[in-house]
């Protein structure tokens, strides 16, 4: 349709990798999506929480304040910088 040859040329000018899928359900980063009622949409983790529990290992141990990774506030000072313009978006 119209909307998605928008969206498309405004979000899919370098990868070219968008995907269309059209239907009452859908699949999106884990979860699904049903909008078979109408007003009403049903998310569904189960199958990823389930795959996630399988591939923990047996035994964890340790423990940890936070779930952020430990670098996630360190910086790299040797990093190329952002231009003004892409930085003024965050």
Request: contains cysteine; glycine residues 4%; charged residues 30%.
């Amino acid at each position: 349709t119209d909307v998605i040859e928008v969206l498309r040329n405004r979000y899919d000018k370098f990868t070219k990798s968008m995907s269309v899928t059209r239907g009452k359900v859908h699949e999106y980063l884990g979860m699904v999506l049903d909008f078979n009622r109408i007003g009403k949409v049903k998310i569904d983790m189960t199958s990823f929480v389930d795959k996630m529990i399988a591939e923990m290992p047996d035994e964890m141990f340790g423990e940890a304040a936070t779930p952020a990774a430990s670098y996630l506030f360190s910086i790299n000072k040797d990093c190329e910088k952002l231009s003004e313009e892409k930085s003024s978006i965050f």
